[in-house]
């Protein structure tokens, strides 16, 4: 496609259920990156691709977030036992370059996780 | 530590310049400032980057003070539809390191 895909568009989660959110970069996109945008915020970085290497994930908040991009191309960034403060949207970006470079990213329209 | 500042709000009339400042004083020689727009329910957007010459494209134009502390984000005929939230962004070579502040929230008025 020609931007960057993200599904579903909105996931209502009970609280303790995991959650799988999907990611599609633009075609060839070596980088795909993930963030987190609370309500009246600007996002927040979580994790960071190249190719299928997981080469950043400092932003990570606990180790019930995890992501994976096992072929290079669709990301999935899977939480697990949901919590409320984990309510907010979830934005994927990707961008041609590698690790250095000074592309811009491509935004996704983000899935919106509610968690009750 | 936010590498920039910004006002978190300003009104602007339609067809008029929006002028968006950014304060980056500790800025070194090798970053460079990136702004995005994001409007009401979308991904960010990206509209121009530079490094110290001023820079112009079909989006916008961006002017860099000599010294680099600040920054100007220029919409010449602003619309409605350029209302949004307006983030400046100071980052280095290394292409994970785009950090998001709060930005300006922009209202353009009619």
């Known amino acids: 496609g020609a931007g960057v895909s993200q599904s579903p568009r909105y996931k209502v989660a009970k609280r303790g259920q995991d959650v799988a959110l999907r990611c599609d970069p633009i075609?060839?996109?070596?980088?795909l990156f993930w963030y987190q945008q609370a309500l009246g915020q600007g996002p927040e970085f979580l994790t960071y691709f190249q190719n299928e290497a997981q080469l950043d994930k400092s932003g990570l908040p606990s180790d019930r977030f995890f992501a994976e991009r096992p072929e290079g191309s669709v990301s999935t960034l899977k939480i697990q036992r949901t919590q409320q403060e984990d309510s907010a949207v979830y934005l994927c970006?990707?961008?041609?370059?590698?690790?250095?470079?000074?592309?811009?990213?491509?935004f996704g329209s983000g899935t919106r996780l509610t968690v009750v | 530590d936010a590498k920039t500042t910004q006002p978190p709000s300003m009104d602007c009339a339609e067809g008029r310049a929006a002028n968006l400042p950014c304060n980056h004083s500790t800025i070194s020689g090798n970053e460079y400032v990136y702004w995005y727009r994001q409007i009401h329910s979308q991904g960010p957007q990206y509209i121009i980057h530079g490094l110290k010459n001023n820079e112009t494209n079909e989006m916008a134009s961006l002017i860099i003070t000599e010294d680099r502390k600040s920054s100007t984000l220029i919409l010449p005929h602003a619309t409605l539809r350029d209302t949004a939230v307006y983030y400046c962004i100071v980052r280095g070579y290394n292409n994970n390191d785009m950090r998001f502040g709060a930005g300006t929230r922009l209202t353009v008025k009619p």
């Open positions: 970006a990707s961008s041609l370059v590698g690790a250095t470079g000074l592309g811009g990213y491509t």
């Open positions: 075609s060839g996109h070596v980088s």
